[in-house]
């Protein structure tokens, strides 16, 4: 079997990109300021609240979740309701008829491992460790993993979610055909671990102010002298 090539590889001129990091960083804690983690869910609460927003809006999910937390007292209830049931409570989410017996069967396989519905475990276990048990879980992959290990336990993981993913590339952090599995790796590489969870805040809060998807507020952007789309499409224009 070919060996798996480490996304890492697949980036031309690193050193240039990671240079990069630096003067971005310190623009944008002067726009968006300087944040701490701080947990606002436990990791159940996080790894179940990332299923249900796959492919949906933060309004969406945050629906779908307060419905789940409302009609079933705990997560053992959750994992042997009906289905039919769970499928009509987390409807909003969108998918519903896959997310709920995905729910279910990750659920399961928490309470197997753990003999409790916590995955606090991971806590113990090392970064890598703890990313692959993760990414073992059918429906969950790297994005779903790094959110949980940086928002509930404030471990050194680097989500990339489409904001990110659209804003890194044309910053220049990561090269265009890079695929967003991979692009969690790189920037790890490009940011300190010790500002992932700030970086990943700010990247987030910059590509829905200013770096839109359709129509970049390039002229009022504080970090536009270190980007790479701009600069390009200043010197077409």
Known sequence: MPRK?????????LPARRAK?????????????????SRNQDGMDELI????SQS?????RDR???????????????????????TDVIRPAGLANQKAPRIQNVLGVIFDEAGEYSIDFLDDLSIDEAKAWLNSLRGVGPKTAAIVLCFAYGRPAFPVDTHIYRVSKRIGFLPEKLSANDAHPVM??????????????????HGRDTCHARKPAC???PISDHCDYFLATENIG
């Open 5 to 13: 090539r480490d996304p890492l590889e697949k980036v031309d001129n």
């Open 21 to 37: 990091y630096a003067p971005i960083a310190a623009a944008l804690t002067e726009v968006y300021g300087t944040l701490d983690w």
């Open 49 to 52: 609240s990332c299923i249900l």
């Open 56 to 60: 949906t809006n933060d309004t969406n």
């Open 64 to 86: 779908a979740f307060a419905r789940l937390k409302e009609s079933y007292p705990n997560w053992e209830a959750v994992r042997f309701a009906d289905l039919a049931e769970l």
């Open 188 to 205: 790890e590489a490009i940011a300190p671990a010790s500002d992932y969870y700030q970086f990943h805040i700010q990247l987030i809060q």
């Open 219 to 221: 002229e009022r952007c």
